[in-house]
């Protein structure tokens, strides 16, 4: 590595494009909103500026802590680790399946999981509609079973059951914590078979030779020697599921509302970008505070020797 | 049930003989984690499996298989919106892919060669584009054109993508760097070389892989995008996602079908195309 005074016109040409875009282009919309965050607007969603200074207030961050907005937060915090225990509960036996599996097995399933992962955003979320909706595959499935219970119920002589009502399971908040869990899996188990891959196997035999049972070993020795690992990844899993807008937005109804949506439409229709701005800063603390956390797991789990 | 009786009896005395048991470590034989893993795969493909079958299915409704057709191909291929998004989609990835790609591979350059006050902060603020949630940054750009009158439109969107590309393909770039050995740059040096034809003959071709590998990446991640696009276009400008976005607010027809299936396909040989490229350059690193 070269001191840059050595060098200060290449120096310049290789590193100036970039932050100039980085800070024309990223850094100052973002200040703009943060100066946002503390102004008022007007009924038509205009940010007021004149007076500025006399102008400042924390009024965007206290309506936050209004009871329908908490609510929101709430709904989005609480739908978030949802997701994540029900990524770690399918994501697990996965990527132990891999860690454990044959070498040349390897690669092509790590390949399977994170295909789906480059697909569209937006069609990966929408092909849900699909399978959900009213006349959607679920219930088509759902109506053929009952269809069968009702044909051998009447072939006893038990009188006919109602017809099959479909179920309601779009346009709610179930459908988002499915549709969550959809998106978000392959980013648990890329990390967690990350941390099993280099997992020292003669511990697993150790503690069975020793006489524990499969299960022991998995919660006594595997579980917490892991836990670095598993917590963050689903750290990891988390901080992507509160953040999401479209997941909400297209499979959630209109009371399914969760941050990004909160954000969004405070710029939008609500025509109050401070709040949206507040809103906005309240989610990159909190997921800069989670990479943070992630980042000294990480350390920490250096520190054991696998 | 049935089979289940049928298999009991004399299969697994056949098994034992041929296959050794499972060993106490070999999870992946055991039939209860083949099951789960299944599941996990079903889960994963169900969904975009079905949506691109379903888009040869001769059925308005999308509910059961009626025959094959490539009608609705042919229609979304006709729909001149659609068309012109998807042409529009396509002239913002390759004008956002050459920028962030000389922009990035610079900056991966200059970040893996020199040694400069605040190098950790300014990498961080590098990845803050990477790292934070897509509605915010949406948010961030549009009220930023909107407050300098910028009308929503091409250029937004470009710009935008540049954005949030260029730190990938800086990413890109400087890991394939950390395999570099720089005393071919001094060698070449040594035997007379100026300092920009050591550039292009020495240092810029054992880039090439890395930078192509970006490329690929900041292409696909300019054609898929939806959100940031949503927010930075305006009402003449939608993009490809934008109008799918839009079709299936109204109603998911086999022709939105067909339409997604041919970005999924776009994208899926693009990217395998890149992991094909940086596999080959024997650099393993995938940036995620």
Redesign the interface.
Known sequence: ????RK?KV??A???L???F??FA??????V??WI?SFCTSDELGQVVWEPFWSNLSLDAYSRALEWINLGIIWKSVWSGAVATVICLV??F??A???A???AR?KNPLLL?????F???????T??????L?T???VN?FLEWIYDQISGVLSAIGISDLPPFQPLELLYNQPAVIVGLV?VN??FLV?PLYATLEKFD?SY??AS?DLGAG?WRTFFSVLVPLALPGIVSGAVLTFILAI????VPD?LGGTNSLMI?TL??RQ?MEARN?PF??AL?FL??YT?FAL?WIRASLAAQSKGVDF | MATDVAIAAPVPVRRVARRPRPTPLEYGRKRWLQGVVALNFIFLYFPIVSLIAFSFNDSKRNVTWQGFTLKYYDQAFHNSGLQEAFLRSIGIALTSTVLSTVIGSLLGLAIYRYRFPLKGAFEGLIYLPIVIPEICMAMAMRSYFGQFGIPLGFLTITISHIAFSFPFVAVVVRSRMSGFDESLEEASRDLGASPAQTFFNVTLPYMTPGIIAGALLAFTLSLDDYVITAFTSGPGSTTFPVKIYSMVRQSVTPEVNAASTVLIVLTLTVTVVAMWIQSRSGNKSIAS
Not at chain 1, 1 to 4: A, E, L, P, T
Not at chain 1, 126 to 131: H, N, R
């Open positions: 590595m070269r001191d840059w060098e290449s120096f040409v290789f590193g494009p970039g932050t875009w980085i282009f990223f850094t100052f919309p973002l703009l909103i946002y399918m994501g036996p996965l132990m399946a891999i454990f599996a044959p097995w399977l999981v994170v295909l789906p480059w697909t569209n955003l937006l069609i990966r929408y092909a849900w509609i699909a399978i909706r006349r959607g595959f088509i959809y899996l392959p890329l196997k697993l035999e069975l499969q953040g999401t807008y479209l297209v990004g954000i969004a710029f970008p949206g701005a906005s989610l990159m997921t990479l």
